[in-house]
T-cell receptor
């Protein structure tokens, strides 16, 4: 399996622009998670989906952030408009459900490094 | 909510043993994970504990005491490639993972 795939790997944009991050989870995984990692705040959960349905978006910082999962193999995280404080590494992760593997651990994608100027 | 504490940094010599402690407070415990993250890379799964006791996987072991809200990760026979950040993460019943700030381990020759 190719693992969790994220694109782009790096994104540099200017304040006010729209940013869309993409994720393809591991085939067969029914949980998908979006995280943000910064030096100041560490790794924070933004939102997670189960079977394409958003379960908990309490970590989404504000209305400028939105996430969708139109099907089992694709999810997007959108920031509109972007601000310099959104600069971070954004990780997507996926896992099996409770009926899955022994640990149900989350597998992380390589991340998208976002810089907002 | 979660409150997860682990040391910020640790330094050890190649071949030595290092123990990284993690304490947590949670309303609904459903497992504790340790992840390794090399600089500029994604976190990768190391170990999982849901029952009290020690889990051993090669050079790495992880211990859990649910009554004390305490876990540790033990790295034995340290190698240079073990220099990384180690993240303690607690899972609650709603399937969310909350991560500690991470412990940066530096292995010196």
């Amino acid at each position: 399996d190719a693992g969790v795939i994220q694109s782009p790997r790096h994104e540099v944009t200017e304040m006010g622009q729209e940013v869309t991050l993409r994720c393809k989870p591991i085939s067969g995984h029914d949980y998908l998670f979006w995280y943000r990692q910064t030096m100041m705040r560490g790794l924070e959960l933004l939102i997670y989906f189960n079977n394409n349905v958003p379960i908990d978006d309490s970590g989404m910082p504000e209305d400028r952030f939105s996430a969708k999962m139109p099907n089992a193999s694709f999810s997007t995280l959108k920031i509109q408009p972007s601000e310099p404080r959104d600069s971070a590494v954004y990780f997507c992760a996926s896992s099996l459900g409770l009926a899955g593997g022994l640990y149900n651990e989350q597998f992380f994608g390589p991340g998208t490094r976002l810089t907002v100027l | 909510g979660q409150n997860i504490d682990q040391p910020t940094e640790m330094t050890a010599t190649e071949g030595a043993i290092v123990q990284i402690n993690c304490t947590y407070q949670t309303s609904g415990f459903n497992g504790l994970f340790w992840y390794q993250q090399h600089a500029g890379e994604a976190p990768t799964f190391l170990s999982y504990n849901v029952l009290d006791g020690l889990e051993e996987k090669g050079r790495f072991s992880s211990f859990l005491s649910r009554s004390k809200g305490y876990s540790y990760l033990l790295l034995k026979e340290l190698q240079m490639k073990d220099s990384a950040s180690y993240l303690c993460a607690v899972r609650e019943y709603d399937y969310k993972l909350s991560f500690g700030a991470g412990t940066t381990v530096t292995v010196r020759a």
